[in-house]
């Protein structure tokens, strides 16, 4: 088993960057992937990197602005957001799963908390 727990979330300008920071409670070789979720609309997936980082997938909507990427030695998941749009604005949670990248939420077993990223246009 691992904890999560997500960092970074604050209010941003449309065009503004964010860095999103997941720590987990031990070290693992868990894929591990960002999904968000907006009021009233079901948590979608952001992005996923495998164990060793060789291997990343992102959702159309994030492609070519946001960067996942970690750090192993410090158990710590990162999300790089830039050129950020106020469809963006949405509690960021971050998954850990077993097994290839994937964007399927039922296939992650844990997660974090979530933090909070809000856009202003």
């Known amino acids: 088993q691992v904890q999560l727990v997500e960092s970074g979330g604050g209010l941003v300008q449309a065009g503004d960057s964010l860095r999103l920071s997941c720590a987990a409670s031990r070290r693992s070789s868990y894929t591990m992937g960002w999904f968000r979720q907006a009021p009233g609309k079901e948590r979608e997936f952001v992005a996923a990197i495998n164990w060793n980082g060789g291997n990343t997938y992102y959702a159309d909507s994030v492609k070519g602005r946001f960067t996942i990427s970690r750090d192993n030695a410090k158990n710590t998941v990162y999300l790089q957001m830039n050129s950020l749009k106020p469809e963006d604005t949405a509690v960021y949670y971050c998954?850990?799963?077993?097994?290839?990248?994937?964007?399927?939420?039922?296939?992650?077993?844990?997660w974090g908390q979530g933090t909070q990223v809000t856009v202003s246009s």
């Open positions: 998954a850990a799963k077993i097994g290839p990248v994937d964007g399927q939420v039922y296939e992650y077993d844990y």
